[in-house]
């Protein structure tokens, strides 16, 4: 049984879950201004808010869907990785000091810091909103996804749950308890997966006999497995497993990092190939066996996201290359990791800190390849949910780790939530209320409106992440990489680096970004099927991940028009 409540993992949970909120109770007696709530004062140690960074940064879409996606589909999975840490190059080198000169709270600061513009407050507020909703819905999905095999519970109820602990921690404390639990999360997920990838090496490969085929017919009384009426959280088998290793053995014993690689890939896969077939009562979901090599499961091309990679396809291209320049540039516009640079005391912190991060998420990402394989292999794989594919695989080392594994990819959810909640409530508190719209609020009222906000945008949070159950939470960031990166990125980089930017330029340069990617996303095969149901064929645009196009259009608006709308100079005048 792959889902079923233990006492011992609900303890650990639990454990956890009490800590980090009575940990925020502690730490909101210091965030009662303006400057406590939003920036924790700029007072965190350089080091704290690097190891911070890797905890807002490696969220749910890094540990569960990244090691999900790898299970599934080998090396396809970490591309995303290699992409994710690709992009810390541009925040190192580019934006990192700018950012903390410029700014005060939010992202938007940064943008206005020459102007003073209302327009720019007001499209940056948007942006960030928008961005930090998109990046919310596969948070919350990981999430309930998480806590339906933990405490045994319905997906949506999960949700729920993280919802209103991540607003508990977010309202009482703000970027001083976010700061703190993403330094604690963000240590502990790398340390655990450090001794979990070492207990993989030490176990090795071996070969395994198949545990069968599962067929799930979903009707209108319920759900039948194999004809007979059952529960699917309880009676789904775990797939995946080697069939044979290369020379004949049957098993490796312990290996070295290159040595797991090597053997993985000249052993033969055993893996759940999925059938949906449609019926009168809804569809029978067929999970049947199909043999890869491990070589094949090590290139790329295997998911349908890069298997177009192998069709030659101009567009398939197109997608494969728009969705990398996705992650690379993406990282360096996301509004909860800019908010970072203002929490502590100045640029030469903020580049240093940038460097500790770098150095943990770096060493996490290469520890999600060994974990995905591992899972791939050992006989743990939910075929139905790519989110659950590391909790699963620590479970296999006993009830122990998953209830440690399972109780940090809680923390790692609560640390990326508050920061996303965190960046959206400045959105609206300190850029649309304070400056926008001018109203004269003192500190207390400063915080008490982020505090609103943030409650109201953790509500909307639930309400998406249950309307996206079922989506690989790796496959959903991306689209919020993809706007962040055509939204942010242009204006912020013109706007450090050209003299000649102007406020009309930053403001076009935003809006064109923003509604060509969010519009392409919305209008992309992936929404027609999985969103509306449709078939893919019906999307109007010939690939689904729009940077390719919608980044470069970004950094052409914002240039033309500043030379349409910079001052002339006056005749006569030198």
Not at 76 to 85: A, R, T, V
Not at 257 to 263: D, G, L, T
Not at 336 to 352: E, G, M, N
């Amino acid at each position: 049984m792959l889902y079923s409540f233990h006492w011992s993992a609900f303890a650990v949970f639990a454990f956890f879950v009490v800590g980090v909120v009575g940990f925020s109770f502690f730490l909101g007696r210091s965030a009662k201004t303006a400057s406590g709530y939003y920036a924790a004062h700029g007072q965190i140690p350089w080091f704290v808010n690097g190891i911070a960074f890797a905890g807002d940064y490696l969220s749910a879409a890094s540990f569960l869907g990244i090691c999900g996606m790898i299970a599934f589909y080998g090396f396809d999975g970490f591309l995303y990785s290699i992409g994710y840490l690709a992009g810390w190059i541009v925040a190192l080198f580019i934006i990192a000091e700018p950012m903390k000169k410029l700014g005060k709270f939010t992202f938007a600061d940064a943008l206005d810091a020459r102007f003073q513009s209302r327009p720019i407050r007001l499209v940056a507020a948007i942006s960030t909103l928008v961005v930090s909703i998109f990046y919310l819905i596969p948070q919350m999905v990981g999430a309930g996804a998480l806590v339906k095999p933990l405490l045994g519970i319905d997906f949506e109820y999960g949700v729920i749950l993280v919802g209103a602990v991540v607003i508990t921690i977010v309202v009482t404390a703000g970027m001083v308890s976010t700061t703190w639990v993403q330094f604690i999360k963000g240590g502990l997920l790398v340390l655990f997966c450090i001794g979990l990838v070492g207990g993989i090496l030490l176990r090795g490969h071996r070969v395994t006999t198949d545990a069968g085929r599962q067929t799930i017919e979903k009707t209108k009384a319920g759900v039948l497995v194999n004809g007979k009426p059952q529960s699917v959280m309880n009676d789904v088998h775990p797939v995946g497993h080697i069939a044979s290793l290369a020379g004949g053995k049957t098993e490796t014993g312990p290996l070295g990092p290159i040595a797991y690689i090597q053997e993985f890939a000249g052993a033969k896969i055993v893996l759940a190939k999925k059938k949906v077939t449609p019926t009168t009562q809804g569809s029978i979901t067929e999970f049947s066996p199909a043999v890869s090599s491990g070589r094949d499961m090590l290139a790329p091309g295997q998911s349908p996201t890069f298997a177009g990679l192998k069709s030659g396809k101009t567009s398939d291209r197109l997608n494969f290359i728009s969705l990398m320049l996705a992650l690379f540039a993406g990282t360096a516009s996301l509004p909860h990791i800019l908010i970072r640079y203002y929490t502590v005391k100045d640029a030469a912190a903020a580049r240093k800190s940038t460097v500790v991060g770098i150095g943990a998420i770096g060493a996490f990402y290469v520890l999600t390849l060994f974990l995905g394989l591992a899972a791939m292999t050992t006989g743990v794989v939910d075929p139905t949910d790519s989110n659950m594919s590391a909790p699963l695989l620590a479970r296999s080392f006993g009830e122990l780790p998953f209830a440690l594994v399972s109780a940090i990819a809680f923390t790692t959810v609560l640390g990326t939530v508050s920061g996303l909640i965190l960046a959206a409530s400045g959105a609206v508190a300190h850029d649309l209320m304070t400056v926008y719209l001018k109203m004269d609020l003192n500190d207390t009222q400063k915080v008490r409106a982020g505090k609103i906000a943030a409650v109201v945008v953790g509500v909307i949070g639930i309400c998406l992440g249950m309307a996206f159950k079922g989506f690989n939470v790796t496959f959903l960031v991306g689209w919020a990489f993809n706007v962040a990166a055509s939204a942010n990125l242009p204006a912020l980089t013109l706007l450090l680096f050209w003299s000649g930017t102007t406020k009309q330029g930053i403001v076009a340069g935003m809006l064109a970004g923003l509604l060509t990617s969010v519009g392409w996303i919305l209008l992309s095969g992936d929404a027609m099927t999985n969103l509306y149901g449709l078939a893919a064929t019906s999307s109007p645009v010939p690939f689904n991940q729009p940077a390719i196009i919608t980044l470069p259009l970004g950094y052409l608006v914002v240039w033309g028009v500043s030379l349409a709308t910079r001052p002339r100079m006056t005749a006569g005048v030198i």
